[in-house]
Every structure is written in C-alpha cells, then in structure tokens.
C-alpha cells in the first residue's frame, strides 16, 4: 500500500506571497493532519481534517488554513508568508473509522518550504 | 505542552541493544503511549504503541511500567539506520485536541560502529 505522498517536495517563495500545499493519504485513511516543524519550535500541531471538516486546530494564525477533499486528499495554505513560515510541513494520515478512537497517524516525507 | 520527559541523548554500539527510556508520570486511563522516530528532515515513522501490556512488532518493544508512569522504547539490534531522533507521544484515544500528537524534544540516538 502506498504511504503518505506531499508535493511539491521543496519550494521557495518570498514574503508576501502565499502557498498551498497537497497531501494525500494512504487509501482508506479518512483523517489528515498537517503539522509544522521549525528548529526552534519543533514539530507542532496545525490542523486536522476528517470527512471534508475541519476537526481540530492547533494554535496558529488565520494565515494557516486547509481543506479536505471528499476523496481525503487536503491542502494546507499559507496567505501573505513571512520569513518564520520557513519550515519543514508534515501531513499524516490515518484510518479514523468514526468520530471518536484515534487511529495511529502515518507521517508523509513532508514538503520543505523556504521563504525569503 | 509534551507530557514526556525523555533523555537529550544517548549513544548505542551496533548490534547491541537501545534502550530509550521516557516518564509520563501523569498518563491518564484513556491515553496511550506512542513512539515514532525521525531520521534526518525525514517525516516521523510510527514505531509502536501500547495502553498497558508490553508490545512487540518486528521493529522493537515496548516496556510499560505496571503504573503506566514509565516505559523504554527497546530496539534490540541497533544498526547504524537506527541513529535518529525518538519521540515518546501520550496521546489520547478519544477526538478532539486530545487525539492531537504532541512531540517534545525527543531523544537523539546515535548508533556507533
């Protein structure tokens, strides 16, 4: 069974401008989170996507946004990017069956985004 | 904030035994204890998991404490594949942020020749 695919793989892009990113998730897999991994902050929680809505959120801006598609795929977007949106970001999925029991999440190789 | 305390580091000779320690002294009844690793700027592998019972796959084993306040990540024939960073993760079985994977620092294991 295929793993979790990201694309693009890396990109560069300069503040002000904004981006999206894809995932797709092992087939059956219903859940997607995206994650965000900085050398000072580590890898920390963004939002997670079952069944086309949006289920949790962690703690980052408005310019942080995603959606799910109804065949599970999702994108993250970043509106008007800033030097610190820098990061290596990570989307996982799981199989999720139901609104409660959290299924364990399959991390993709993530997307290397560089702004300047 | 992680509710895992884990050592920064720790070095292994290959071929012998890893022993990743981690506390989670205020686990609660519905959370599981989850570990992954990451090698360099890769995306975080699941490893194992466990509630209370020790666990094995064919990657390693997973050691909790009968308190559930402690487990050890076992990797029993270290390779040189197996330097990366170790995540320890308490994560509830129920939805909301709870379900949420929380990482800490981690673990960096460095297996020498």
């Known amino acids: 069974k295929a793993g979790v695919t990201q694309t693009p793989r890396y990109l560069i892009k300069t503040r002000g401008q904004q981006v999206t990113l894809s995932c797709s998730p092992i087939s059956g897999h219903r859940s997607v989170s995206w994650y965000q991994q900085t050398p000072g902050q580590g890898l920390q929680f963004l939002f997670e996507y079952f069944s086309e809505t949006q289920r949790n959120k962690g703690n980052f801006p408005g310019r942080f946004s995603g959606r799910q598609f109804s065949n599970s795929r999702s994108e993250m977007n970043v509106s008007t990017l800033e030097l610190g949106d820098s990061a290596l970001y990570l989307c996982?999925?799981?199989?999720?069956?139901?609104?409660?029991?959290?299924?364990?999440?399959?991390f993709g190789p993530g997307t290397r985004l560089l702004v300047l | 904030d992680a509710k895992t305390t884990q050592p920064p580091s720790m070095d292994c000779a290959e071929g012998r035994a890893a022993n990743l320690p981690c506390n989670h002294s205020t686990i609660s009844g519905n959370e599981y204890v989850y570990w992954y690793r990451q090698i360099h700027s890769q995306g975080p592998q699941y490893i194992i998991h466990g509630l209370k019972n020790n666990e094995t796959n064919e990657m390693a084993s997973l050691i909790i404490t009968e308190d559930r306040k402690s487990s050890t990540l076992i990797l029993p024939h270290a390779t040189l594949r197996d330097t990366a960073v170790y995540y320890c993760i308490v994560r509830s079985y129920y939805g909301g942020s709870q379900g949420n994977l929380i990482f800490g620092k981690g673990t960096k294991l460095s297996v020498k020749p």
């Open positions: 996982a999925s799981s199989r999720q069956t139901g609104e409660y029991g959290q299924e364990t999440q399959y």
